[in-house]
């Protein structure tokens, strides 16, 4: 359930738009926010992102606008912008520790993987939370929900799926 509210908000803003206050939308925000933060482990980065997305959720309400409500996928992607990249600086990389659940001993080639697929990671987030930003300010109540609801999705999954593809190869080269 709190998955399917997430993939679906960007639809239900669109489909919102025009239709219902924002007010109104900033429960499903809450909603999500709140049924997601039972489904994730507690620490820094849950607060934050519970933070901003209650706060986020409260100016929608308040001035009954939608621009804080398209600003959520902005918010998703710096806490995991944040997350990712503290991992870099703090490490094992969060990648690495993905990886030593199902292999503990690592060997150093794949721990030099992990923190190079962490980078990646680093990056999507940085360009997929701008352009989160630019079809927040900009664009359309629809391109916002086709980008945010469906075209970073697949992007986020042809990057797992390549990333897993590629890893197949690092294993066997490295195997």
Not at 138 to 165: Q, R
Request: charged content about 10%; some cysteine; proline content about 6%.
């Amino acid at each position: 359930m709190p998955v399917a509210v997430t993939l679906l908000y960007p639809l239900l803003v669109w489909l919102g738009h025009g239709e219902v206050e924002p007010r109104m939308l900033a429960g499903v925000l809450v909603l999500a926010a709140l049924l997601r933060i039972h489904a994730m482990e507690r620490g820094k980065a849950v607060r934050w992102w519970l933070a901003g997305a209650l706060l986020l959720a409260a100016a929608a309400a308040w001035d009954n606008a939608w621009m804080p409500l398209k600003l959520y996928p902005v918010l998703v992607n710096a806490v995991l912008l944040g997350v990712f990249g503290y991992s870099l600086i703090a490490p094992p990389s969060l990648i690495e520790r993905f990886a030593r659940m199902q292999q503990p001993d690592l060997p150093p080639h794949a721990v030099r993987y992990t923190q190079r697929v962490t980078q990646v990671w680093c990056v999507f987030f940085l360009m997929n939370g701008a352009i989160a930003l630019a079809t927040a300010l900009w664009a359309s109540p629809a391109v916002w929900s086709l980008y945010n609801g469906g075209i970073a999705y697949a992007l986020m999954g042809c990057l797992f799926g390549g990333e897993y593809l590629v890893r197949l190869r690092v294993k066997r080269n490295n195997g």
